[in-house]
């Protein structure tokens, strides 16, 4: 059974830091591209990170850029985000995502999600 659990998520003041994990299983997890993805009430879920499946390449949207970090480490089948300089904009629920491409299809995973509040 495939299962993406995200965790890491809570109350942070403005300024302050979250690592979000996403723990993987029930699929090959060091075969599959991994990214983080939000959505914020009212808004359309969009991309946050990416890393490639060994970890040599990530990609950032202009927001998270210079402030978050994605990794993964494939011994854990976990991918991470650390959050730095966190804003109030940053307040969405957080979704790791596992895809993997065999011509022709496209395997796709989802997390539950985990909620990032950013208040003071």
């Known amino acids: 059974q495939v299962q993406l659990v995200e965790s890491g998520g809570g109350l942070v003041q403005p300024g302050g830091s979250l690592r979000l994990s996403c723990a993987a299983s029930?699929?090959?997890?060091?075969?599959?591209?991994m990214s983080w993805y939000r959505q914020a009430p009212g808004k359309e879920r969009e991309l946050v990170a990416s890393?490639?499946?060994?970890?040599?390449?990530?990609n950032y949207a202009d927001s998270s850029k210079g402030r978050f970090t994605i990794s993964r480490d494939n011994t854990k089948n976990t991918v991470y985000l650390q959050m730095n300089s966190l804003k109030p904009e940053d307040t969405a629920v957080y979704y790791c995502?596992?895809?993997?491409?065999?011509?022709?299809?496209?395997?796709?995973?989802w997390g539950q999600g985990t909620q990032v509040t950013v208040s003071s």
């Open positions: 995502k596992a895809v993997r491409v065999v011509f022709p299809t496209v395997y796709t995973y």
């Open positions: 890393i490639t499946p060994t970890g040599g390449s990530t």
């Open positions: 029930g699929f090959t997890f060091s075969s599959y591209g």
